[in-house]
Each structure stands twice: as C-alpha cells, then as structure tokens.
C-alpha cells in the first residue's frame, strides 16, 4: 500500500479487461483518490455500477475526464481518435492523458492532433491480457511482472512520463520507455503475428474437408487447443490492431512467410538436420522466457491432469 495516491482523481474511459484490471489493482493499492468510469453502453456502466468496484459511474466521456489528473482510454484502438477530440475541451491543464493500446504509432497519429497543449500526452501498452473482455474480466493481478510500455512523444514533459511509470509500477507492471515505431515492430512480432497465425490455423481446421470438426476439437490436445486460446481473442480489438499496425505486420509477415518456405522445403526434401537444429533454437528460446519469469515452468502450461491412482 502507498503512503499517498499516485492522482487525485483518474478517469478511465472503458471499461473492459484492461480498463477493469486497472481499477481493481488502483484501488488495491491505493494509486488513485477517486475512480470515475464510463463505458459506451448502458449495460456495460450499469454493471460497472453493480461490481462496486470503482467511486463513480458516469454517462458521458466529457463527464468522466471532468478534474481529472490522469486520463486513460481503455477501448479499441480504432475509437481513440474520436474519443479524443470528444474529451479534448474538458481536459484538465496539467493533467496526464494516456491510453492501453496494442498499437502505438496509429494511436499518436490519431489523438495528438486532437489534445490541448495544456495536457501531457503519455501513450501507454500494458503487455498483458488474457482471451476474455468485458467489464467481468479484469483482475487486479494482471499486469504483475508484466512489461509496460511507454511511448512519450519526443519532448514530453519528464515530470509527467515519471508519474505514469510510477503508476504503473505501482500496479506491478515493469516500465520500459520506446519510440511507438520501435514498439510497433516488436509486438508485430511478439503479438500480433501469433494472433494471426492463430486465427489462420483454427480457420483452416475448422474448413477442411478430409478432418471433421469433431475430430478437430476432439483431438486439439495434440496442440491445436493452445491456439484457440489466442484464437478465441476479442474480434473488433484484434481487427483494430492488424488495421492500425499494417507496415509492421506486412513485414514480419514478409520474413516469416520465407522462414515457413524453408521448413517447407525441409519437409519435402526429407531434411531431418535442419528441421532439428530448427527446433532445437526455439526450445531454448522458450527456456529463455520461462527463466526470466514470462512464463511458468509446469508441463503442458500447469494445466491440471487427472490422476491414475485409486483412492
Ligand atoms: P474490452 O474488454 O472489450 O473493453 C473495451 C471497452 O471499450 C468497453 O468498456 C467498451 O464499452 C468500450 N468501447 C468499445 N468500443 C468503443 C467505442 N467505439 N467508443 C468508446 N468506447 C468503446 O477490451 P480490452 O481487452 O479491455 O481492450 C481495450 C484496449 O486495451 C484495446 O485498445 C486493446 O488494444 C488494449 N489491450 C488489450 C489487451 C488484451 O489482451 N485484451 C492487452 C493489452 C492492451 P462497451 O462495453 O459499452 O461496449
């Protein structure tokens, strides 16, 4: 717990996973004097109301920034640009403005042109999440030794980036400064190509004609199930990241697409060595994420497994 809150007053402008997992751990730990949230819709912000979890539900965005020292907007990529030239007037001077967006450079592009120069514009990606989205969702937990990312503009004013970090450290992430460019590429690779693959791959069993889909579903232990984790991911947030973060993606689609024509050929021409010496390089890539603590070391993702023994 902190001696004293972070903001007086954080208004968060969507609440989802992102946006609820923020409350939650704020109010844990003490970041924020008062929460004030909206969401589009009337059932979301009514049931914000009944989760008890933040001190004011309010009905319009204008209303939620109105005092605040720090705004962030926890919605889909492609509504921060609207979104921000909607807060734009009620903006408090001095205040912090921020986001959670998969993609940094079409998020700058889009809502700095709209923000008063009496605010300080601190992008932010909290690189954490799970498949589930809604005001349900979020947790205080998930963003604990999870990476935070920051893209302030060139010249933002430091005093406001420390702040943010401070924020964020507090809720347990662990802050990392970049230019949105170099951000976009990273989790092109990081993030959004797995989430491509994995669409792809569960659209592809799901069509094909000699393997019925109950066959599919059926046998999915064999590795098919952990893409449909990723697979079954929000549709309109992932359609607004491929939209938004097109020249990254294309490219490492570009390079992975000529690594996938190798293994091809590998396969067809029998290549037993380099299939291995392949494989060998990404196991201990994963042994490298487990170790820095990314990821947890139980078998089979510590899923529980049924026991032989009798009673
Ligand atoms: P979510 O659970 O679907 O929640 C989205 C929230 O945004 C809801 O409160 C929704 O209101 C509101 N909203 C949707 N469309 C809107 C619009 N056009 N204008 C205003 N508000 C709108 O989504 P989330 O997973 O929290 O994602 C939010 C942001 O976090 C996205 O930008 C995403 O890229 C980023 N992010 C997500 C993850 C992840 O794993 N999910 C991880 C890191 C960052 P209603 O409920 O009323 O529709």
């Known amino acids: 717990m902190n001696a004293a809150p972070h903001f007086q007053r954080v208004a968060l402008i969507g609440f989802g996973l992102i946006g609820g997992s923020i409350a939650r751990g704020a109010k844990l730990q003490g970041?924020?004097?008062?929460?004030?949230?909206?969401a589009r819709s009337e059932k979301t912000r009514a049931r914000v109301v009944e989760l008890n979890v933040v001190?004011?539900?309010?009905?319009s965005n204008a209303e939620a920034v109105k005092d605040a020292d720090l705004v962030i907007l926890c919605i889909p990529v492609g509504a921060c640009a609207a979104v921000a030239q909607e807060i734009a007037p009620h903006l408090k001077p001095g205040a912090i403005v921020s986001d959670v967006g998969s993609v940094k450079g079409a998020v700058v592009k889009d809502m700095a042109p709209h923000l008063p120069d009496s605010v300080h514009f601190v992008p932010a990606h909290p690189v954490a999440g799970t498949e589930h989205s809604g005001p349900d969702s979020g947790f205080?937990?998930?963003?604990?030794?999870?990476?935070?990312?920051?893209?302030p503009p060139e010249g933002t004013d430091a005093a406001a980036i420390d702040r943010l970090?401070?924020?964020?450290?507090?809720?347990?992430?662990?802050?990392?400064?970049?230019?949105?460019?170099?951000?976009?590429l990273v989790l092109a690779i990081t993030s959004h190509l797995p989430h491509l693959i994995a669409y792809t791959i569960v659209g592809t069993a799901d069509e094909l004609g000699q393997v019925t889909s109950s066959e599919v579903i059926k046998f999915s232990?064999?590795?098919?199930?952990?893409?449909?984790?990723?697979?079954?991911?929000?549709?309109?947030?992932?359609?607004?990241?491929?939209?938004?973060?097109?020249?990254?993606?294309?490219?490492?689609?570009?390079?992975?697409?000529?690594?996938?024509?190798?293994?091809?050929?590998?396969?067809?021409?029998?290549?037993?060595?380099?299939l291995f010496e392949h494989f060998t390089r990404t196991r201990a890539i994963r042994r490298g994420i487990v170790e820095i603590g990314q990821d947890s070391a139980a078998p089979d993702f510590g899923r529980p497994h049924p026991s032989l023994r009798k009673e």
Request: net charge negative; proline share 2%; glycine share 8%.
């Open 31 to 38: 970041l924020a004097g008062e929460i004030a949230t909206t």
């Open 55 to 59: 001190d004011r539900v309010v009905e």
């Open 140 to 151: 205080a937990e998930l963003f604990i030794n999870r990476w935070c990312i920051l893209t």
């Open 165 to 184: 970090h401070a924020f964020w450290s507090g809720l347990g992430a662990r802050v990392e400064i970049m230019t949105p460019e170099h951000h976009d």
């Open 221 to 274: 232990a064999g590795g098919f199930r952990d893409f449909t984790r990723i697979a079954a991911s929000d549709p309109t947030m992932w359609r607004d990241v491929f939209l938004a973060n097109k020249e990254a993606v294309l490219e490492m689609l570009g390079t992975f697409n000529e690594d996938l024509s190798k293994l091809t050929r590998a396969i067809r021409r029998g290549d037993g060595e380099a």
